[in-house]
C-alpha cells in the first residue's frame, strides 16, 4: 500500500507570497495518479489538480502541480486571502487504503 | 451541470439504524463510480468505499467492510450509505462524489464533483 505523507503540517504566509506544499509517497506513484484538493472550512473538497499536473477545469493558473514517482508538489503562486485553506494530496486507481495524505493548512501569517 | 444534493444532517442514538442518500443529475449516473468519504471532527478524508451504479458493483475500503452498505437506485439516479447499528464513533461529515472518468475501471479516480456533505452525530 502507498501511504502518502505531506509537509509541512502548517504553513503560515501573508496574502501574495508564494506557497509550496509537498506530498511524499511510500512508493512510487503508478502513472503520475496523484490529485491534490483544496478544503475550505464548513465546504467539501475541491479538485484542483489530477494527474500530478494536470489543472481541473475552472482553477486558477496561479494553482500548478508537479513532481512524479515518489515527490510531488502543489504550488500557489500568489496566495490571495481565498486560498487559505487544507490541502490534501489523493493517489488514485488502487488501493483505497491510506490514498489520501493529512492534509496541510495553509494559513494566514 | 452535474449535482450531487446530499441528504440533510442527522442525529441519532447508538444503536440505531441509518440511511443517508446522494442524489446526482446533470450526468449519466450508471457509468460514474460514486464514492463516499468520511471526515471525522478536525481530521481527514477517508475512502469509505465506491459503487459503479450499472451493476451496483461495490467496493469497500478494508477500515469500513462489514461496518457499512453502499447501494445505488439508478431509477433515481441515488446513491446510499447505510448503517445497521450506528457508534458514537461513527459520529463524522460524510460526502458523497462522482469519479471524474466514465467507465468501470476507474475505481477510486480522482473526484471532480462532490456533494456538500451530511453531518451524522450519534450520541445517547
Known amino acids: 500500500e502507498i501511504v502518502l505523507t505531506q509537509s509541512p503540517g502548517t504553513l503560515s504566509l501573508s496574502p501574495g507570497e508564494r506557497a509550496t506544499l509537498s506530498c511524499r509517497a511510500s512508493q512510487s506513484v503508478t502513472s503520475s495518479y496523484l490529485a491534490w484538493y483544496q478544503q475550505k472550512p464548513g465546504q467539501a473538497p475541491r479538485l484542483l489538480i489530477y494527474?500530478?499536473?494536470s489543472r481541473a477545469t475552472g482553477i486558477p493558473d496561479k494553482f500548478s502541480g508537479s513532481g512524479s514517482e515518489t515527490d510531488f508538489t502543489l504550488t500557489i503562486s500568489r496566495l490571495e486571502p481565498e486560498d487559505f485553506a487544507v490541502y490534501y494530496c489523493q493517489h488514485y486507481g488502487s488501493s483505497p487504503e491510506f490514498a489520501f495524505g493529512p492534509g496541510t493548512k495553509v494559513e494566514i501569517k | 451541470e452535474v449535482q450531487l444534493v446530499q441528504s440533510g444532517a442527522e442525529v441519532k442514538k447508538p444503536g440505531e439504524s441509518l440511511k443517508i442518500s446522494c442524489k446526482t443529475s446533470?450526468?449519466?449516473?450508471?457509468?460514474?463510480?460514486v464514492g463516499w468519504v468520511r471526515q471525522m471532527p478536525g481530521k481527514g478524508l477517508e475512502w469509505m468505499g465506491i459503487i459503479y451504479p450499472g451493476d451496483s458493483d461495490t467496493r469497500y475500503s478494508p477500515s469500513f467492510q462489514g461496518q457499512v452498505t453502499i447501494s445505488a437506485d439508478k431509477s433515481i439516479s441515488t446513491a446510499y450509505l447505510q448503517w445497521s447499528s450506528l457508534k458514537a464513533s461513527d459520529t463524522a461529515m460524510y460526502y458523497c462524489?462522482?469519479?471524474?472518468?466514465?467507465?468501470?475501471?476507474?475505481?477510486?479516480?480522482?473526484?471532480?464533483?462532490w456533494g456538500k456533505g451530511t453531518t451524522v452525530t450519534v450520541s445517547s
Open positions: 462524489a462522482s469519479a471524474a472518468v466514465a467507465g468501470k475501471k476507474y475505481y477510486y479516480y480522482y473526484m471532480d464533483v
Open positions: 446533470g450526468y449519466s449516473f450508471s457509468i460514474y463510480w
Open positions: 494527474g500530478a499536473s
